[in-house]
C-alpha cells in the first residue's frame, strides 16, 4: 500500500488546514491508520489515529481541535486541523498498520504544516 499524504501549508495562528492522505489501493486490510508530525529537530510523535472499527485518539495539546476521520470507499484518511497554533508547525506524515504490526507498516511522504504567530 503506498499512502500519499497532501493539503499542508501556511497559515496564521488560529486558522484551519484540511490535511488528506489517499492510499494506492483498498484499505480494507488495514487495521489503524494515524497522523504523526514532526518538527525540526523532534522526533516524530503521534497526533492522532483511527481504527478500521472507527475508533480516535488524539494527543492532549490537539483535543477538541483536531479530527481525524477515513472513508474506506475513497481510500481517504483525512485530519481537520482547526484553531492552529505555532506548536502544531512540523512535517505531517500519514502511517497505516496492518493487524498485528507492533508499528508503523506504511508511511507516505509528508505535507509541511507552517503555523506563523
Known amino acids: 500500500v503506498q499512502l500519499q499524504a497532501y493539503g499542508g501549508g501556511l497559515v496564521q495562528t488560529g486558522g484551519s488546514l484540511r490535511l488528506s492522505c489517499v492510499a494506492s489501493?483498498?484499505?480494507?486490510?488495514?487495521?489503524?491508520m494515524g497522523w504523526y508530525r514532526q518538527a525540526p529537530g523532534d522526533q516524530r510523535e503521534l497526533v492522532a489515529s483511527i481504527t478500521s472499527g472507527g475508533s480516535t485518539n488524539y494527543r492532549d495539546s490537539v483535543k477538541g481541535r483536531f479530527t481525524i476521520s477515513r472513508n474506506l470507499a475513497e481510500k481517504t484518511m483525512t485530519l481537520q486541523m482547526n484553531s492552529l497554533q505555532p506548536e502544531d508547525t512540523g512535517v505531517y506524515y500519514c502511517?497505516?498498520?496492518?493487524?498485528?504490526?507492533?508499528?508503523?507498516?506504511?508511511w507516505g511522504q509528508g505535507t509541511q504544516v507552517t503555523v506563523s504567530s
Open positions: 502511517g497505516a498498520q496492518r493487524f498485528g504490526d507492533l508499528k508503523v507498516r506504511y
Open positions: 489501493e483498498s484499505m480494507i486490510s488495514i487495521v489503524v
